[in-house]
């Protein structure tokens, strides 16, 4: 089945701590997306791809790094700088970064930091 | 700047209520409009869409059209059901080319 994992579903982290949330698309989307949802909010968009080896910062990328070495892969690395990192976290990819273009999410990981 | 304002909740309904939930949006040019659906602790999933003025989407009885001239993307559903209860998210993805979200729309049917 084609379709977009996230790994863990949960994740905890001291405060101080990098932590790195996974996701794996096997769409063979050109396009992938990360967002963070906080409680009765929408969701905001940290940083995306639209093809590999590339990638932009999007409306809250300060304290997050991503890293897209292969096409099927977007590795978001939460850093000790992000100041209030607790949040519900939802990778998304689309066939190409455009108009009309759906994306297709992941299941999300909810970080928590103790 | 691509804006989405949609109807404050909670909203909660008895089962086989009509369901409206508003959407507008500010944005140049010709956006692409979404319904996303996000049931409790998931991702969200395509609901509906609609890519231009006049459109009609729908998906599991629920249904949105595209008004271009009051700049509206409301969602509708004739009869609710207790399953239906998610949050919904309506968005844009325009001139940008990124999805710009609303802030959702929790709904709850009660049986």
């Known amino acids: 089945d084609g379709g977009i994992t996230q790994s863990p579903k949960y994740l905890f982290r001291k405060e101080g701590q990098n932590v790195t949330l996974s996701c794996e698309q096997n769409?063979?989307?050109?396009?992938m997306y990360w967002y963070r949802q906080d409680p009765g909010q929408g969701l905001r968009l940290i940083y995306y791809s639209q093809i590999v080896n590339d990638f932009q910062k999007g409306d809250i990328a300060e304290g997050y790094s991503v890293s897209r070495e292969k096409k099927e892969s977007f590795p978001l690395t939460v850093t000790s700088a992000q100041k209030n990192p607790t949040a519900f976290y939802l990778c998304?990819?689309?066939?190409?970064?455009?108009?009309?273009?759906?994306?297709?999410f992941g299941p999300g990981t909810r970080l928590t930091v103790l | 700047g691509d804006s989405v304002t949609q109807m404050e909740g909670p909203v909660t309904l008895s089962e086989e209520a009509f369901l409206t939930i508003n959407c507008t949006y500010t944005a140049t040019g010709y956006p692409s409009l979404f319904w996303y659906v996000q049931y409790p602790g998931e991702g969200l999933q395509l609901l509906l869409k609609?890519?231009?003025?006049?459109d009609k989407g729908s998906n599991k009885g629920f249904e949105a059209t595209y008004r271009k001239e009051t700049t509206s993307f409301h969602l509708e559903k004739g009869s609710v059901q207790v399953s239906d209860s998610a949050v919904y998210f309506c968005?844009?993805?325009?001139?940008?080319?990124?999805?710009?979200f609303g802030s959702g729309t929790q709904l709850t049917v009660l049986p």
């Open positions: 609609a890519t231009k003025a006049d």
């Open positions: 769409l063979n989307h050109d396009a």
């Open positions: 998304a990819s689309s066939i190409a970064g455009g108009l009309n273009n759906e994306q297709f």
């Open positions: 968005a844009l993805s325009g001139s940008a080319r990124q999805l710009t």
